[in-house]
C-alpha cells in the first residue's frame, strides 16, 4: 500500500489546509522511507467506501490494530477517484501500489506500512481437467507468494 499526497510545483506537499504542513513533514523524506500508520492519526483522509469491501475493511482493520483514528473527509469506491480527490488537496489516502500508474502528476506516493498482522488474500481457482500448459507455472508461484520473505 502507499500513502498518496498532493504536491505543489515547488516540491512542498500540501494537503488540505496550510496548517497540515507541519504534520506532513514525513512526506518530504525520502521514498525509501517507510511510513507507519501512526503518523495519519487525525489527519484528512479519503476512504474507500464500503462498496469497495475488501480494500475498506482492510484498511479499516490496520486502522483499529494501530489505534489510529484518520480524519474522514469522503467516501470513494475507486482508486482513481481517490487520487483524484487527493490531487484537489482535499487529503491524503492510502492506495494500492499498483495505482502508481494511474496517479497524477501533483500527486506523491510514499511506501506505508500497515503492520504486521495485516495481510491480503489471494485466491487462485481453476477447472480441475484444465490442460493449459502455463497452469503448473503459475501454481507455483503462488505458492513462492504464499511463502513469508526471508
Not at 22 to 35: C, H, M, Q
Not at 88 to 108: K, M, P, S, W, Y
Not at 132 to 143: F, K, M
Request: net charge negative; charged share 20%; proline share 6%.
Amino acid at each position: 500500500m502507499e500513502l498518496v499526497a498532493q504536491r505543489h510545483r515547488h516540491g512542498i506537499l500540501q494537503v488540505g489546509a496550510p496548517h497540515l504542513e507541519d504534520a506532513l513533514e514525513f512526506l518530504r523524506l525520502g521514498e525509501k522511507r517507510i511510513l507507519q500508520l501512526a503518523q495519519i492519526d487525525g489527519e484528512p483522509f479519503i476512504m474507500y467506501s464500503p462498496e469497495a469491501r475488501y480494500v475498506h475493511d482492510l484498511l479499516a482493520n490496520a486502522f483499529q490494530s494501530a489505534g489510529v483514528h484518520p480524519r474522514y473527509i469522503q467516501f470513494m469506491k475507486l482508486a482513481q477517484a481517490i487520487l483524484a480527490m487527493v490531487s484537489t488537496g482535499l487529503g491524503i489516502a492510502i492506495v494500492q501500489e499498483d495505482t502508481r500508474n494511474a496517479c497524477f502528476d501533483n500527486v506523491v506516493l510514499r511506501p506505508i506500512s500497515l503492520g504486521n498482522n495485516i495481510t491480503a488474500n489471494l485466491h487462485a481457482l481453476w477447472l480441475g481437467d484444465n490442460h493449459n500448459p502455463a497452469l503448473p507455472a503459475v501454481c507455483d508461484l503462488v505458492r513462492r507468494l504464499d511463502k513469508p520473505p526471508e
